[in-house]
C-alpha cells in the first residue's frame, strides 16, 4: 500500500490547490447538540443500540460537535461498529479509498487536503481502542470529504460569484457510507463519484498530458519582434515552429525553409482558432501573447474548468441549448450530436450575463422591445430630457399605468431614475433592439436569446457588447433548427417574419437552454481550446480555491 501511494504521486499536490488549508471535520449540527435540539425544538434524541466491542465503546465516546450529523447517525445506527476495519485489519474498501484520495490529482484535487498518508500512518500505528475509533471517524471525514468535491466540486458557485446560479447536487454522507459498507463493486462506485461526461474525461486525460508536458520543460517561447505576416522572412520561424508542435498544433510539422507561409500559417489560423482568436495567420500583439502564455498557466486554466465540469451535470437533456459565453458560440445538441453551431454576442464585462439553466418556452416573431428599466433610466432619460423626440425615429413608445402618452407632452426633467414611472416601448421592425425573433426561457434575470440589427459585431473575435442578453448571428436558421417540431417547413418563420405580424410560436418538444462559463475544453476530435476570461470568473475561482477549504455539505 506504502509503494501504491508513493507510485500514485502524492508528494505533488495540485498546481492551484497549494494554498488550499485543511479547516478539520465538517461542523454541522452534530451528536453532542441533540440533547440541546430535542430542549429548543422538542424532537426527540435518535435511539441507537449499545456499543458491542472496546472499540465500538471508543467511537462512540469519541463523536464531537465536529462531526456531521449524518455521519453520527450512521455510526449510531450500526451501534458505533467501526465501517473501515474488522478483525483482520484494513478492509478492501478502506485500502482502496485511501488509494483514491492518494490519486485524486488526477482530478485537479489536491490529495494533501484528504490527508491519504496520515490516515495510513494512523492504521499502522494505532494499538489502542482510542486510536481505531479516531482513525474509523477521521477516513470517513475525509472520504466524504473527498466524494464531494469530486462529484459535485469544491466550492459551491454560487457563494463565490453570484452570477454562477448552479447548484450542485451534494452526495449524502448516509448514501456515501452505506457504499463503504455495502456496495457489490466498491472499486466502481468509487471511479463513478467522478462525473461521467465525456467532456470530463476528456479534459481529464488532456490535463495528464499537459502535465507531461511541463515536466519535459514546457513550451518554447517565442521572441518579441515586429508584427509578422504571410510571405515574411523572419529569424524566429524555428522557435515558433517548435512552440507550435509541442502543443500537438496540426500541420506545424510540415513547414520547411525560412519563410513564413504555407503549412506554418496554416498551423498558426488553428492555434488561433483553438484560442478564440482572428484566424488570420497574422501573428501580431495577442497572438504572440498567447503563443508566450506559460504551460503552468494553461494547467490551471485546465485545472479550474475541471471544477467547473464537477458543477453541471452529466446528462443535459436529450434536446438542448448550450451557450459558452466565454466562447461566445452557441451550439444545438440533440440526441448527443451537435446539430447547429452560431456565432453569439454576450454582455459586456460590466453588463456580465451570468450562468444558468433553463427551458425554452416560446420563440417571439417579431417582436415588441420593452425597455429595460436601467437602459430606460440611464440611457433614454437624458436623451428624452435634452428632447422628447429624441426616441420618435426608433419607433419607441412610452407608456404609463398600461396607456399610452405622448412623450412630448411629458416633463421629463421631472423625473430620475428613482421616480420613473414610464414603460418605454420598441415596436417590431429592422430597427428593433431585439431584431426579427426572440427566443424565450423567461428567467430572473431578463435573458434571452435575439436577433439584432447590428450584424457587424458577429466578424470580430471577441463579442462581449451586449446588456447581458445573447444576441445569435443567424437566429432564423436557428428557428428552423428549434422549432422544427412546431412546423418543419423551409423558411416558414422568414416568411412569418417578412408578413411583419407579431407572432408566438411553442417548440412542441422540451428543449434546454444552458448558459455557461468554460475557458478551457478538449473536443472529440482532440483539439484543446483556451479562452480569455472575458469576465475574470478565473481568478474569482482561483482565489476561492486558494482560500481555504470549504465544507460542501
Given at each position: ?93 478502506a485500502h482502496l479509498t485511501i ?207 475541471m471544477e467547473r465540469r464537477r ?55 417579431n417582436p415588441f422591445w420593452n ?183
Open positions: 500500500m506504502n509503494a501504491r501511494l508513493r507510485r500514485s504521486g502524492i508528494g505533488t499536490a495540485l498546481v492551484i490547490a497549494g494554498a488550499v488549508g485543511f479547516v478539520g471535520p465538517l461542523a454541522l449540527p452534530t451528536a453532542k447538540v441533540w440533547a440541546q435540539s430535542a430542549e429548543t425544538q422538542q424532537v426527540a434524541p435518535p435511539v441507537f443500540r449499545d456499543p458491542e466491542t472496546p472499540i465500538a465503546l471508543a467511537i462512540q465516546a469519541a463523536m464531537s460537535a465536529d462531526i456531521h450529523e449524518e455521519i453520527a447517525l450512521h455510526y449510531g445506527d450500526r451501534a458505533f461498529a467501526p465501517v473501515w476495519f474488522d478483525e483482520n485489519g484494513l478492509t478492501e474498501n488509494a483514491a484520495m492518494a490519486e485524486a490529482n488526477d482530478h485537479a484535487l489536491n490529495p494533501n487536503n484528504y490527508g491519504p498518508l496520515e490516515l495510513l500512518q494512523q492504521s499502522e500505528t494505532a494499538q489502542t481502542p482510542e486510536d481505531w475509533a479516531q482513525f474509523d471517524l477521521e477516513l470517513s471525514v475525509q472520504y466524504i470529504r473527498y466524494a464531494t468535491h469530486l462529484s459535485s466540486g469544491r466550492v459551491q458557485p454560487n457563494r463565490i460569484n453570484k452570477a454562477l446560479n448552479l447548484f450542485p447536487n451534494r452526495p449524502k454522507p448516509e448514501m456515501l457510507l452505506e457504499a463503504a459498507t455495502d456496495a457489490v463493486d466498491y472499486s466502481t462506485f468509487l471511479e463513478g463519484l467522478a462525473p461521467r461526461s465525456d467532456n470530463y474525461a476528456r479534459l481529464k486525460r488532456r490535463l495528464a498530458q499537459y502535465r507531461e508536458k511541463a515536466a519535459d520543460g514546457g513550451f518554447t517561447p517565442v521572441p518579441d519582434g515586429e508584427v509578422l505576416k504571410p510571405g515574411m522572412s523572419d529569424d524566429r520561424l524555428q522557435a515558433l515552429q517548435q512552440r507550435l508542435m509541442e502543443e500537438d498544433i496540426p500541420g506545424a510539422a510540415d513547414h520547411r525553409g525560412d519563410v513564413y507561409e504555407g503549412a506554418l500559417v496554416e498551423a498558426v489560423k488553428v492555434f488561433q482558432e483553438y484560442h478564440g482568436l482572428e484566424t488570420d495567420g497574422v501573428i501580431g500583439k495577442n497572438t504572440l501573447a498567447r503563443l508566450n502564455t506559460s504551460i503552468h498557466d494553461k494547467l490551471i486554466q485546465m485545472e479550474l474548468n458543477w453541471m451535470r452529466d446528462d443535459l437533456g436529450q434536446f438542448y441549448v448550450f451557450v459558452n459565453l466565454a466562447d461566445q458560440n452557441l451550439k444545438v445538441v440533440k440526441d448527443g450530436k451537435t446539430i447547429h453551431t452560431t456565432r453569439v454576442v454576450v454582455g459586456k464585462p460590466y453588463h456580465a450575463t451570468p450562468v444558468f439553466s433553463d427551458e425554452l418556452e416560446y420563440v417571439e416573431i425597455v429595460p428599466y436601467s437602459i430606460a433610466t440611464k440611457e433614454y432619460l437624458p436623451k428624452l430630457q435634452q428632447n422628447p423626440s429624441a426616441l420618435s425615429s426608433q419607433k419607441i413608445r412610452v407608456f404609463r399605468e398600461g396607456s399610452e402618452v405622448a412623450a412630448t407632452q411629458v416633463a421629463w426633467n421631472s423625473y430620475s431614475r428613482k421616480n420613473f414611472p414610464f414603460r418605454l416601448r420598441q415596436d417590431p421592425g429592422d430597427g428593433n433592439a431585439l431584431g426579427r425573433i426572440k427566443f424565450m426561457f423567461p428567467n430572473e434575470f431578463n435573458i434571452y436569446i435575439h436577433d439584432t440589427p447590428s450584424k457587424s459585431l458577429f466578424s470580430r473575435a471577441e463579442r462581449a457588447y451586449s446588456h447581458g442578453c445573447i444576441r445569435a448571428s443567424d437566429p432564423f436558421a436557428l428557428a428552423d433548427v428549434l422549432l422544427q417540431h412546431a412546423d418543419p417547413t423551409p423558411g416558414v418563420w422568414e416568411r412569418l417574419r417578412d408578413a411583419g405580424d407579431r407572432k408566438v410560436v411553442k417548440p412542441g418538444v422540451p428543449i434546454e437552454v444552458h448558459l455557461t462559463y468554460l475557458t478551457a475544453w478538449m473536443n472529440k476530435d482532440g483539439s484543446t481550446h483556451f479562452r480569455k476570461d472575458i469576465y475574470e470568473r478565473d481568478d474569482v475561482l482561483l482565489k476561492a480555491l486558494r482560500r481555504a477549504m470549504t465544507e460542501n455539505l
